[in-house]
């Protein structure tokens, strides 16, 4: 997904769309979107920071900045108590050790279906079911069938399998979220996870996969208002901190010289 967050005192507007090849283009279309909603012209805006995997496709930002360092600083300015974000999108999952909305360390999972949200999209198209059903049956099972295999070809085939044995679909599907909480829940724990912990990308509007994972961990796992935003959000706050402190030494911040309707043709 590809997400616009524009920022004045506060959140003026947000966009949230998928991501598709001519992602240059779709930058710019998002951005268009965005402003439109704000009722503002792109000259208005003061800075623009990029991130995530596709930062590098966004012509029109001044600064480019990891998503690691993004997320702390969104997550932070939700929950000022967070040290432990686990972020699980489409392409991966990460587990991010943050102190004062700072990235301290962090970890991911190896570029693979089974550990991020797409295992979930994989297992819902076989199971016949929308993604966003899965929470609910999960929440109804009391017996979640036992997924062993960690890679996503042999899962889908195991729940086929046992999908034909008559194992209920609202066991399958916690079995699925358990499986994948499994994973995750061992990958962060390599950090010495610390109290409050924020789970944030597409799975975490999965109230199935945000309870599976706080049985895993012991404690409640606390999601955001918007948990696809937090990158976002924090890509503004330090666009707008970078702003402000060009503004204090009576400067203006480096800024690239560019307008949306130049790029359309990039």
Do not use: W
């Not at 623009?48 to 690691?68: C, H, L, M, S």
């Amino acid at each position: 997904m590809t997400k616009v967050v524009i920022m004045g005192e506060e959140i003026m507007s947000s966009v949230i769309g998928p991501t598709g090849p001519e992602q240059r283009r779709l930058a710019n279309n998002v951005m268009k979107e965005a402003l439109n909603r704000a009722g503002l012209p792109f000259k208005s805006i003061s800075y623009v920071v990029a991130t995530g995997y596709g930062r590098i496709n966004v012509p029109f930002a001044d600064k480019q900045i990891t998503e690691i360092t993004c997320h702390a600083r969104g997550v932070a300015s939700f929950f000022p108590d967070a040290r432990t974000i686990i972020d699980i999108g489409g392409q991966d999952s990460k587990g991010i050790k943050i102190n004062n909305g700072r990235p301290i360390d962090f970890v991911m999972n190896d570029k693979c279906a089974a550990g991020s949200g797409r295992f979930l999209e994989i297992i819902a198209d076989t199971l016949g079911i929308k993604i966003e059903e899965m929470g609910e049956l999960a929440l109804q099972s009391k017996n979640p069938a036992v997924i062993s295999n960690i890679c996503t070809i042999f899962a889908e085939q195991e729940v086929v399998d046992k999908l034909a044995e008559g194992i209920p679909l609202k066991n399958l599907v916690a079995g699925i979220l358990e499986s994948l909480a499994n994973r995750v829940s061992r990958m962060v724990k390599r950090l010495k996870i610390e109290r409050e912990v924020i789970l944030t990308g597409g799975v975490a509007k999965n109230a199935g996969m945000v309870q599976a994972l706080s049985d895993k961990l012991g404690y409640p796992v606390s999601v955001p208002p918007e948990p696809l935003l937090t990158g976002a959000v924090g890509a503004t706050l330090l666009g707008k901190e970078i702003a402000q402190k060009a503004k204090e030494r009576d400067e203006s911040p480096e800024r690239k010289e560019r307008s949306l309707k130049e790029i359309e043709i990039l």
